[in-house]
């Protein structure tokens, strides 16, 4: 409650606390990425016959996971978002 009596908006999370969850999606997207890098190189090891596309198809494949989560997250913190006011207008301060 403010001083006369009106009830405060909730504030918005500044950018410092929003940083941390935007890093750890940032390192799982590159974590996927190496996990496939890895994954196509071991592939690639094991059968040679498949040279040049172990390893591409797992950056592919270690890329398009890693988008997924990233995407799986971002739903994530969209739902768990404040719903919007009765004017429908999402972007007060």
Not at 57 to 74: D, E, H, N, R, T
Request: net charge positive; aromatic share 10%; no cysteine.
């Amino acid at each position: 409650m403010t001083p006369t009596g009106a009830p405060q908006e909730p504030r918005r999370p500044t950018v410092w606390a929003r940083l941390p969850s935007a890093a750890a999606e940032g390192y799982d997207l590159a974590a996927n990425v190496l996990v496939g890098f890895g994954l196509g190189w071991l592939a690639q090891h094991f059968f040679p016959g498949i040279k040049p596309w172990g390893l591409a198809l797992g950056i592919v494949l270690g890329a398009v996971s890693g988008f997924y989560q990233l995407f799986k997250a971002q739903g994530r913190r969209g739902k768990n978002a404040k719903s919007p006011d009765k004017t429908g207008d999402t972007d007060k301060p």
